[in-house]
């Protein structure tokens, strides 16, 4: 791992800020293009110091140029608030994915930084209750077994559960603008309880099952075979997306299992 390096943002950058790119304007171009492309783990600090959000990427480069595409249209107000106190931008490069996917999560524990959700704590585990109706699909989840149930989940299954819906969504709708994804699905967790516009909610169920057990190649094959998204923006956000898929094959997976 290469030593830890760190960049602030100047009193006279923070002055320039404003709601549009926030953080081109604060810590400019050169600095975005100067970093790293490997993967590695990276923190953001607020301007009294404290450490706020720590996130991890194959690509810190991207993934961290992606921040400068957060808008209000597209993104949950927990990441428009991180984006708004962020003065401070440090990060640690890494062997490997793999290698940087375990750090943050031995960082998480030990830090527990505000903005970060999953991985902080450990909790008790979730079941998922699927109600299937026509064009519907609506999902619950609850600490209480259920028979029918899909569990036990992990503690963190809220925020990973998230990113496989917003996936199998996509899979289904390729078509979909973001503005299209029911509104609670956008969060970084996902809601107790949810409502899903889809068509065939057998099929969907059958690629859920799938993926809460780590088995996400054909879910990820589907979408790399998608053409890309029009939108700068939604070009960025369907890239951290897939960023997340990546580190749900490498974590445990959700561990599920049909109760009777």
């Known amino acids: ?3 830890e390096i760190t960049r602030a943002a100047s009193p006279r950058q923070l002055k320039l800020f404003h709601l549009e790119n926030p953080l081109t304007l604060r810590f400019g171009n050169d600095f975005f293009r ?3 492309e490997g993967p590695g783990v990276y923190f953001f600090h607020g301007s009294d110091g404290r450490l706020l959000y720590i996130g991890q990427s194959s690509n810190l480069r991207a993934r961290l140029g992606s921040y400068r595409h957060v808008g209000e249209d597209k ?6 608030r991180l984006v708004a106190r962020i003065a401070r931008i440090e990060w640690r490069e890494c062997a490997s994915a793999e290698a940087a996917i375990a750090e943050e999560s031995r960082l998480l524990l030990e830090h527990r930084p505000p903005f970060n959700r999953a991985g902080v704590w450990k909790g008790d585990p979730w079941w998922l209750i699927v109600e299937v109706e026509t064009g519907n ?3 619950r989840l609850q600490h209480e077994a259920r028979p029918g149930s899909l569990g036990p989940l992990v503690p963190a299954a809220r925020h990973r559960l998230s990113t496989l819906i917003r ?3 996509r899979l289904a709708n390729p078509g979909w603008h973001l503005s299209e994804f029911p509104h ?3 969060a970084s967790a996902l809601p107790r309880e949810c409502r899903l516009p889809v068509s065939s909610p057998s099929n969907f169920v059958e690629g859920l099952t799938v993926a809460v057990t780590g088995d996400l190649e054909a879910l990820q094959a589907g979408l790399d075979a998608l053409p890309p998204p029009v939108t700068v923006t939604e070009q960025a956000f369907w890239q951290e997306e897939q960023e997340r898929l990546e580190k749900l094959k490498v974590v445990a997976p959700l561990r599920s299992r049909c109760l009777a």
Do not use: D, N, Q, V
Not at 75 to 80: I, Q
């Open 167 to 169: 996936a199998l969504l």
């Open 34 to 36: 100067s970093l790293p």
């Open 75 to 80: 993104h949950p107000r927990r990441t428009l």
């Open 137 to 139: 699909l609506t999902l």
């Open 1 to 3: 791992m290469s030593e």
């Open 184 to 186: 609670g699905l956008m």
